[in-house]
């Protein structure tokens, strides 16, 4: 035997061992099983309960559309109805604050042939670097995102002045993110907002370029600061995803009738329900195109 399996043999043979390992393992089935329930519950509410709220049933709100393939909340879904009532042009995407590049709002709009911008300032995204810039189709910078740079940044990427989908993710500042990028004219704009902040109340944080956020309930902006700066660029609040993380705004021009009115933060608010996060599938990846 070798002198590894001697020392673990005596080692198994100390009191109150083989009790510690039958307790461990007893927590980790009791951990299985509730993350199991849980998921349950989960697949319950939105795949059969959802629909049937009064709330949901009117087909112009989005949140009944939800899907994920690559996005954490069932964005996916929502973006992809978005444009069945609007079309595509370019079908060119910019997206900043796109992690490693596995989980994000537009590595499936990749997959289905979009041509896209990526830009962070995380380590996460750094380490990829060099594997994200041999991806065909897609150009990527790795930058800390300030509201005075974040055009510069863009017009370096060469993004161009009219594309279809912007996707902006940037913590704390997300909200002086967008005030940052008023010459860039996206279609279709996905925020994140801070729904902590009742709907009716524009706040939003006091700005600082270098600030990062720190994990607590201070940071972004209300859904109600985000739908007056949405008017005051010309675009139209048209829906949240049901776990109150993303907005989704439509440039003025193309709302019509599409979406459900009013298109206030009192009408599309959706409450934080960031327990029902949840990956319902397989581990995600890039698809193949």
């Known amino acids: 035997m070798s002198r590894r399996g001697i020392f673990t043999k005596l080692y198994r043979q100390l009191p109150g061992f083989r009790e510690l390992a039958q307790v461990l393992e007893l927590v980790r089935r009791i951990e299985a099983e509730v ?14 309960e959802l629909g049937r709220h009064p709330r949901y049933q009117d087909p112009l709100r989005l949140p009944r559309h939800w899907a994920q393939v690559n996005s954490q909340n069932g964005e996916d879904g929502i973006i992809r109805e978005i444009f069945r009532r609007i079309g595509t042009t370019n079908r060119v995407f910019a997206e900043v604050g796109v992690g490693d590049g596995t989980e994000n709002n537009t590595l499936f709009l990749h997959a289905q042939g979009w041509t896209g911008f990526w830009i962070d300032g995380s380590d996460d995204f750094r380490r990829q670097l060099g594997k994200l810039n041999k991806v065909r189709d897609l150009k990527c910078l790795f930058s800390f995102v300030r509201k005075e740079n974040i055009q510069g940044l863009f017009e370096q990427l060469g993004v161009p002045e009219a594309f279809d989908l912007l996707s902006l993710d940037i913590d704390q500042n997300t909200f ?100 029902l996060r949840n990956r319902r599938g397989h581990a995600t990846a890039a698809l193949d195109r």
């Open 176 to 275: 002086h993110g967008w005030e940052g990028l008023s010459r860039f004219r996206p279609r279709v704009v996905v925020v994140e907002y801070n729904a902590s902040i009742p709907p009716d109340l524009d706040w939003k944080v006091a700005y600082d370029g270098d600030r990062v956020w720190d994990g607590t309930v201070n940071f972004g902006a209300s859904l109600k600061a985000f739908e007056l700066l949405g008017r005051q660029l010309k675009y139209s609040l048209v829906g949240c995803d049901f776990t109150g993380a993303n907005a989704f705004f439509v440039r003025e021009d193309l709302v019509g009738d599409l979406f459900a009115g009013p298109f206030t933060s009192e009408n599309h608010y959706e409450p934080a329900r960031y327990a």
């Open 35 to 48: 993350t199991a329930l849980r998921m349950t519950e989960v697949i319950r509410l939105l795949d059969f």
